[in-house]
């Protein structure tokens, strides 16, 4: 590939991605257009881009899903490249494909890498030719719950039925037994189609409680591709992440090297360009098994951005420029411990509820080695179009009990009243005992929390708050005041 100049670049996203992606591209020169539905008009990342375009809309699918819409606000303006952040167009072959017939950059992978890793069952078939191991399963697409079971004999119960389109948890169902079977089988179906348009699912044998390990790898039109280390992202909540770290407690360097070059066999599998994840799952006996490519941006990305020193957007824009990359395998190290919190306006006592409202009190924590990506700001509305999640807290520390500690802090200086966020559930993770030496799994939310954890905290720390302002008050008094009803008085004083 020649390279080619970027000068103006469309960001297809909104909220804290946004604002990530025209600060590092701001800072190479390049000139920021945001595009922006009805909802977020008064949003930062619309007021912090050079300009911003207005394509209507409320929910996600009038908005920043509308391909054409997109496309047209690329054409009007001239635009060189677009950044599609994650979510929404990220992994979307046709949006790919309709900015590759227009003449416009994509930052991030072309369609045809996408289409490859973007059905499971493909992105299987072809990363077996680079002897990359894979986990039992079926052949191919399923389309009798007879057929599970037949396959649940060869490899034994459970057995994990998955969509083999798109991601984030949908279409999914653990099965134990053969009564479970049909049941599980048509809810994934149905849900698949609901979600993706696409009702296909393959079944795999399911590890109990793996670690979820997952590599970003980064390459170039030139033929580089290198592995900039591993993310481990094992706390996770309906197969969703929550909470993510790097580097994993659990590689050595001889691991780390093999795992690493699978994730690199499997960019050259799909002839792979950018920025990409590589998703494996890491049993008991740390056998390692390919789970999934994202050709994107990852959420978790500060993390790697952190212990490597890298930033990963300029990087994907110097790459889709058609520059080469800029270091080698061996250029790489490794430094320090960073960990990333998402911090999510979700309602933890109601099943994680996604919650919405204006933001009364907005304060973030600072300090050396502490990190907000966010897309708020004080009198700012959370809106129920989006995704619940509104900021990343991230920190580094020299070793990872240091950032641990430092999290911890961070944490109870970040405040956010107007709606109820995942803060206080992220200390719980972080204060729990399998998560501090490191052996917790994918299973460790399921098997460790009730909402009661976090009730009983609340009121511990609403009498400790009494004890403060009954300063100069007989120790008697302090029993008394402690009662529930006078808790609940405070906290309501205190969030007015």
Known sequence: MLTKAIHRVLIANRGEIAVRVIRSAKEMGIETIAVYSDVDKNMPFVKLADRAVAIGGQTSRESYLDIDKIIKVCVEHKIDAVHPGYGFLSENPVFAARLEKEGIRLI?????????????????????????????????????????????????????????????????????????????????????????????????????????????????????????????????????????????????????????????????????????????????????????????????????????????????????????????????????????????????????????????????????????????????????????????????GKTREEAIEKLKSAISEYTITGVKTTLRFALFVLNHKEFVDGSYGTSFIANNFKKEDLLDEENAEAVALFSAWLQGKKQADLKKYSALPYQKAWKQRINE
């Open 108 to 396: 991030g992978p072309s369609s045809y890498s996408m289409k490859i890793m973007g059905d499971k069952l493909s992105s299987k078939e072809a990363v077996k030719k680079f002897n990359v191991p894979v986990i039992p399963g079926s052949p191919g697409a399923i389309t009798d719950h007879k057929e599970v079971k037949e396959i649940a004999k060869k490899i034994g119960y459970p057995v994990l039925i998955k969509a083999s389109a798109g991601g984030g948890g949908k279409g999914m169902r653990v099965v134990n037994s053969d009564d479970e079977l049909q049941s599980a089988f048509e809810r994934a179906t149905g849900e698949a189609e609901a979600s993706f348009g696409n009702g296909a699912v393959f079944v795999e044998k399911y590890v109990i409680n793996p670690k979820h390990i997952e590599f970003q790898i980064m390459a170039d039109s030139h033929g580089s591709v290198v592995y900039l280390f591993e993310r481990d992202c094992s706390v996770q909540r309906r197969h969703q992440k929550v909470v993510e770290e790097a580097p994993s407690v659990i590689l050595d360097e001889a691991l780390r090297k093999k795992m690493g070059e699978c994730a690199v066999n499997v960019a050259k599998a799909c002839d792979y360009l950018g920025a990409g994840t590589v998703e494996f799952i890491v049993d008991e006996q740390k056998n390692f098994y390919f789970l999934e490519m994202n050709t994107r941006l990852q959420v978790e990305h500060p993390v790697t951005e952190m212990i490597t020193g890298l930033d990963l957007v300029k990087e994907q824009i110097k790459v889709a420029r058609g520059e080469k990359l800029s270091f080698k395998q061996e250029d790489l190290k490794i430094n320090g411990h960073a960990i990333e919190v998402r911090v999510c306006a979700e309602d933890v006592a109601n099943d994680f509820a996604p919650d919405s409202g204006v933001i009364k009190h907005y304060s973030i924590p600072k300090g050396l080695g502490i990190r907000v990506d966010d897309g708020i700001e004080q009198g700012g509305e959370v809106s129920p179009f989006y995704d619940s999640m509104i900021a990343k807290l991230i920190v580094h």
